[in-house]
């Protein structure tokens, strides 16, 4: 299916989702910038209330089919709003077709729904989201660092993050 | 008499679960990785992974280094096929650049990351045979796998972190006589074929060890998003050389070989048979080697313009991906590796389930991971 198709078809069942557009150049950039790339694929912007919802839909509607979680993933941004984003690719081995799905949470304090149930892969993925980005899985069942360590303190991939020296730094 | 006494005095004994922690110092483990174990006598009941002991934040790292800077860091995840790790960072910032490599640096990328896969792929068929008990197939394939790191250190003077795949091209062209070089090796590599199966595909117990065992099914598999041969031994025919071609692989002929049961004999036959089109490929590129330059026009400074990628090849492992967003700064917004190992091993704490202690280390072995890509 084509982005703008796969689109209506999801938006006649969940219709709070928004497409997000691609980037434009800045006005009055200079020439030797470039014209932004983004992948050809659909890019979708998700409230975090209605991604469980999303979610099963996308997974179990036989002509989306997304049967393949190929990676979770989070950003932080700092300006001009200060959000971050957890970020889902999600592909069909049916139908070879992929999406990007976007859920926008507040900096601090934010949880979002885990898609374990759904896709298992999701286990150990969002248990790295966690570790790096401090945003919390309801409904997981094994939520806690993965790659950092337990008595770890801080949310290392963030961009405040600030190193604070240990006896490993000389 | 004497039985009805023993029963007596059994009665009374207590039976209770154990835990048991396989590493994270465990040869089999291949680098430092835990697997606490729930036994019920010798049955496992629960398995749970960890992992994170070898975690260098190459993620955190990448934010604060150019795109040329990161390509270095980029062999360190993979160490086994450092080839497809350079491949698939080349390609994310060329996408974000929107340039080419020409054609020459596409059938050189080729060759490189698919010498690499056999040595790759060689040092799970020797790890594997140590794993299991058979100690000689390693030997076989560590001689084999000299000689493709004799060919990589000619062209690019390393032997492990090759750093020879840049954006927009390749380091150099070939030296002078490579290419015979190569040549010789192929031909000498599809005799050892034959010469493996006689030491250890078509060993009885060898067999006896990995048939049927460590099932994972065909929607387990798509459930914990396995790719790469662990997908194809469940039968599977996903290969992103074929259904997502990059670097001119739809030029190429090559089988896609498919497991039937998804059990370890299947995981270690795919790879097995992936080695023999491996040849195949690197043939039909060397045969096809067009003349011209190995380097796109790159500017000296790399600034990619505002925008978000993901760019994914099929590394030996699986499928290797790379998602960044760049701000239109000369280092990326945010780089995030999909890094096959780490996902396929997921599917560790389902697949030992019910399983006996003996057979972990061919379960896991099986799953061929190496741990610099589980924690990057």
Known sequence: ?170 | MTTEVIKIKGADLQTEEMILNLGPQHPSTHGVLRVILKLDGEVIIAAEPEVGYLHRGTEKLAENRTYPQMLVISDRWDYLSAMSNNLVWCLAVEKLLQIKPPEKADHLRVIMVELNRIASHLVFFGTYGIDIGAYTPFLHAFREREKILDLFEEVSGARMTYNYIRIGGVMADLPADWVGKCRSFLEWMKDRFPEYDTLLTGNPIFQDRTKGIGVLSQAQAITYGVTGPNLRGSGINFDLRKDEPYCSYEKFKFDVPTGANGDCWDRYWVRIQEMKESVKIVEQALDGLPAGETNAKVPRILRPPMGETYAQIEAPRGSLGIYTISDANDKPYRVHVRAPSFINLTMLQEILVGQKVSDVVATLGSIDIVLGEVDR
């Open chain 1, 1 to 170: 299916m084509t982005p703008a198709s796969l689109f209506s078809t999801i938006r006649t069942h969940i219709s709070d989702i928004r497409e997000i557009p691609a980037p434009e150049a800045v006005a009055g950039a200079p020439a030797h910038e470039g014209k932004p790339y983004r992948d050809p694929l659909l890019f979708v912007d998700c409230p975090a209330s209605k991604w469980l919802d999303l979610a099963r839909f996308l997974k179990e509607d036989p002509q989306l089919d997304f049967d393949f979680l190929l990676m979770v993933t989070a950003a932080d941004y700092l300006a001009p709003a200060p959000k971050m984003d957890v970020i889902y690719l999600l592909f069909s081995m049916k139908h070879r077709h992929k999406m990007f799905v976007k859920l926008s949470v507040p900096r601090e304090g934010a949880s979002v729904p885990s898609v374990m149930g759904l896709w298992k892969t999701a286990d150990w993925q969002e248990r790295e989201v966690y570790d790096m980005y401090g945003i919390r899985f309801d409904g997981h069942l094994n939520l806690k660092r993965i790659l950092m360590w337990d008595g770890f303190t801080g949310w290392p991939m963030r961009k405040d993050y600030v190193h604070i020296p240990d006896r490993y730094d000389d």
